[in-house]
């Protein structure tokens, strides 16, 4: 009887022994996504703030397409998360120089993801004027011929032309003062301006 008991003790004991399992937590993905504005600092002076929304986003150094037309819209792969980026940054006139192409963005999940953000450069440059004066002529009668009229004020931007002074500064009295461009201006400007 005693062989019995010690034979039940010895079952029961390995009977209740619990069984060992491993629980393993495995990182997620590393997901790197780039978030880049791209440069322009070469837009015309208009009179208007101008900005450059123009962006790319590397996800896993892969390009993704944007689900917009305006291209600020991308869905990340795998995960689903829609990534929204608008345009912080605008440049009206050339003496603000050649800023960042700055942007904010929001990202579903964001914790998820290893984000690098790189900022491209937007400026604006002159508007090009082409300012000419117009042909006269008359028969000598001894008092000067001037002609004061200019082509080429329509390519100026909304008021801009209001801070220019133009000096007429061509005259001719004798015949033989006829030479090659010499109904000639100065201009001079009583204000900055962006052209």
């Known amino acids: ?28 993905p590393i997901r790197e996504i780039l978030i880049e504005s ?3 600092d070469k837009m015309v002076y208009n009179g208007e703030e101008q900005t450059y ?9 892969h390009f993704l397409a944007p689900q917009d037309e305006a291209g600020t819209v991308f ?27 700055d942007f904010t963005f929001t990202l579903e999940h964001q914790g998820r993801y290893d ?15 082409t300012l000419m004066t117009t042909s006269a002529s008359k028969v000598y009668d001894g008092t000067p011929l001037t002609k004061q009229d200019i082509v080429g004020l329509d390519d100026f ?7 220019i002074i133009f000096n007429f500064t061509g005259s001719v009295t004798y ?21």
Do not use: Q, W
Not at 176 to 181: K, T, Y
């Open 1 to 28: 009887m005693k062989l019995k008991k010690i034979l039940c003790a010895i079952i029961s004991v390995c009977m209740l022994m619990p069984a060992v399992a491993a629980l393993t937590v495995h990182a997620e």
């Open 38 to 40: 791209l440069s322009n």
């Open 53 to 61: 929304p123009v962006y790319r986003v590397k996800y896993n150094n």
């Open 75 to 101: 869905k990340i792969p795998e995960t689903g998360d829609k990534l929204t980026i608008t345009c912080a940054a605008g440049v009206t006139h050339v003496a603000e120089g050649i800023i960042l192409n």
């Open 115 to 129: 984000l690098t953000l790189a900022h491209g450069t937007i400026g604006v440059v002159p508007c090009p004027v």
């Open 157 to 163: 931007v909304g008021s801009d032309i209001c801070g």
């Open 175 to 195: 015949v033989s003062d006829n030479v090659d461009c010499n109904n000639t201006i100065a201009v001079e400007f009583d204000e900055v301006t962006a052209f």
